[in-house]
């Protein structure tokens, strides 16, 4: 099914819903009452609205039963309760979300002009227990990734070994960011056996190309 995307209008940087000035009055307790709100925009036909309160730019947006918004960064935010109306929400999504998104995405402008990979399975390596991977190749897609391979991971110098993976007997070791995170994969022959992030047994971790 595609996507309806919608685009910027107005000085508001709110794409679809145009409304300069105009702030959503009570907040959460505005988002109690969005079912009239909705019931009251039902005739409105797909477009550019103008004089509408926040809560009802939602109410429009979340109506739609698949919806992409591009907005200004700063009213990102403004989304973040649209579960509240009944429509699931992704916020800024990357690769790592893809294979996860709901019906409703919002964008920032920011985000939305970055490069983004039309086929993005092809740019992370999903790793899952039970899982075959043949040894030579799953090395050359971690180095692909922009993996290095490090005999000794410097626990004590974790900036440095953001990105490192070792590799002892049948036991892959690698470190994914600053905070010391490690992603630890135990092969038998090429099935993966056992992953671990950290010390808590996972059953699927999705490597992305380090930035």
């Known amino acids: 099914m595609t996507r309806r995307t919608a685009t910027s209008a107005g000085s508001s940087g709110s794409a679809v819903l145009s409304t300069p000035g105009v702030s959503a009055p009570g907040g959460r307790r505005t988002l109690e009452r969005a079912p009239l709100v909705i019931q009251s925009l039902q005739p409105l036909e797909p477009g550019f609205y103008t004089g509408l309160p926040q809560v009802a730019r939602m109410a ?3 109506r739609d039963e698949r919806a992409v918004l591009i907005t200004t960064p700063e009213r990102v935010k ?3 309760d649209l579960p509240v109306l009944g429509a699931g929400i992704s916020i800024n999504p990357g690769i790592a979300d893809w294979n996860a998104l709901e019906n409703h995405v919002v964008l920032g402008i920011d985000t939305a002009l970055e490069d983004f990979p039309s086929q993005p399975d092809a740019f992370r390596l999903e790793l899952a227990t039970g899982q075959k991977y043949t040894r030579d190749e799953f090395l050359d897609r971690l180095e692909a990734l922009g993996y290095e ?7 004590s110098d974790l900036e440095k070994t953001e990105g490192y993976f070792n590799v002892i007997g049948d036991t892959l070791q690698i470190r994914v960011n600053t905070r010391g995170d490690t992603v630890r994969a135990e092969f038998f022959g090429d099935e993966l056996e056992t992953l671990r992030l950290n010390d808590e047994k996972v059953k699927t971790y999705s ?3 380090l930035g």
């Open 60 to 62: 429009v947006f979340a």
């Open 149 to 155: 391979r490090e005999a000794n991971l410097d626990a």
């Open 78 to 80: 403004l989304y973040r």
């Open 207 to 209: 490597l992305e190309p």
